[in-house]
C-alpha cells in the first residue's frame, strides 16, 4: 500500500516509483506501430520485433502483449499503416484499366515510402481495415469493367504480389546503395555498366542473345520498368471482360 502524500525516498531509483505520479503513460497501439515504422525506417524490416520496439518505450515486450498478441499482428498493422496512403478511386467502367494502374502507382509510392515494408506484406494476406478498403475498392472497379469476380480476386493477388516485389527490391537496392557510399545514380551507372561488359564479352556462339542485345538488357530505369510490368498486367486482363467465372 503507498501513501501518495509522501515523499519519495531518496534511496529509489528516479523512474521506478510505483505512485501513480511517476507511473509511465498507458500506450496504445497507435504508438506502437508508429515506433515500429520509425525503427523499420532507420534499421530495417528485420530490427522490427516485440522486444526491439518494447525499448523504445523503456519497458519490457509484456507491455506490448497487452495491446499486440504478437509480431504478425504487429506486421499486420504496419501494413495497414501503409495501406492508409493508398488512394483508391470511384470505379468508371470506362476507365477501369487505368483506374487499376492509378491504384497499383499509389501502392507502390506507399511502400517504397516506407523501406523495406513491403517484405511483411509478402506470404501474407493483411486483413485490417486499411487493407479491405484497399481491396474492395480495386475489387469494384475490376468488376465494373465487367471482369468476372474470379478473375478478379485472382488479378488483385497477380498485381499485389507485383507490386510488393518490386517495392522490396527497391529497398535491397536502396541498402546496397547506401552501403556503397555513392549517389543512387552513380551505383546504378556502375553496376549496370558492368553487367552490360559482362553480356557482351560473353562467347557468341553460346550466348549469341545476351552479348549481342546487352544495351536492351540493362535499359530503362526502375520506374519505366514496373510501368511496363503493370501495362503486361492489366492490359492481359482484357481478354476476361464479358467471360464467365
Known sequence: MTDDTLPTPPWRTPGRARNARTARPP?????IVDAAMRIVAEEGIDAVSMRRVAQVFDTGPSTLYAHIANKDELLQLMIDRVNAD??????DPDRWQEQVKEVARSTYRALTAHGDVARAALANIPTGPGALRTAEGLLAIMI?????PRV???AMDRIF?????DAYEGALYGAKVQESGKSMDEYVAAFYG????YFK????ARFPNLSAHADALVSGGGDARFEFGLDMLVDGLARYVGTRD
Open 201 to 204: 564479352a560473353l562467347p557468341p
Open 194 to 197: 558492368q553487367l552490360r561488359d
Open 152 to 154: 478478379a480476386g485472382w
Open 86 to 91: 493508398i488512394v483508391v478511386p470511384e470505379p
Open 27 to 31: 500506450l496504445d497501439r497507435e504508438q
Open 144 to 148: 465494373a469493367g465487367g471482369l468476372p
Open 161 to 165: 504480389l507485383y507490386i510488393n516485389a
